[in-house]
């Protein structure tokens, strides 16, 4: 590849240890020099509210601009009751507004998540998928990842496991071919 990609991560879990970022980080780690990777802060966000619209906002024009100027968003996160983090659907959401003005639009998104039950996070990951269709983004369909049992995943100091590194070397080929496709 040529060119070099931008991509913008964001992670869902606001927590310290949270082991979603422990698999961005791995992520991250694999990515060719040709990628410039930048992760779009949540944590500070105040919650989204359309009141806000025609006011500025530092740290929603912030997210707005990372998330503009990105080739290709990558989304690691883990699932609370069922559904994504409330810290991620305020970004999703911030992102999307003011109306006609979504910086979502068109942009490439993928989807990963992570969690300790068997589930793996699915239903997080669906509900990111179903709020991103609705917001015309081009999704990465294949592959889905939804890391289950993910703590088995992660060695005592909190590496990623061999087998799971492999894995995950596959996505990161196959997100960064994506990313990095023109057009749509
Ligand atoms: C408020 C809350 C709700 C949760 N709901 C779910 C859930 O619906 N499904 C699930 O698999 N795990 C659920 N969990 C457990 C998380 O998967 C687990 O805490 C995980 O470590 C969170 O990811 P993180 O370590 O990246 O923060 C929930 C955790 C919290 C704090």
Redesign the pocket.
Known sequence: MSASVNIALV?????K??????FAEYIVSQMPDSVTIKEVHIADLPLYNQDYDDKTIESYERVRQQLKNADAVLIV???????M?AALKNVVDIGSRPYKKSVWTHKKVAVVT????S???I??GLDVRKSMQMLSVQLMVDPEIHLSR??DSLNEDGSVSARTQKFLQGFVTDFVQFAGKSGG
Not at 11 to 15: K, M, V
Not at 114 to 117: D, K, L, Q, T
């Open positions: 992670i869902g879990s606001l927590r240890e949270s082991i979603n970022r422990k996160t883990p699932e609370h009751n069922r559904t983090p992570a969690s300790p039950g589930f793996g996070g239903n997080s993910a703590t």
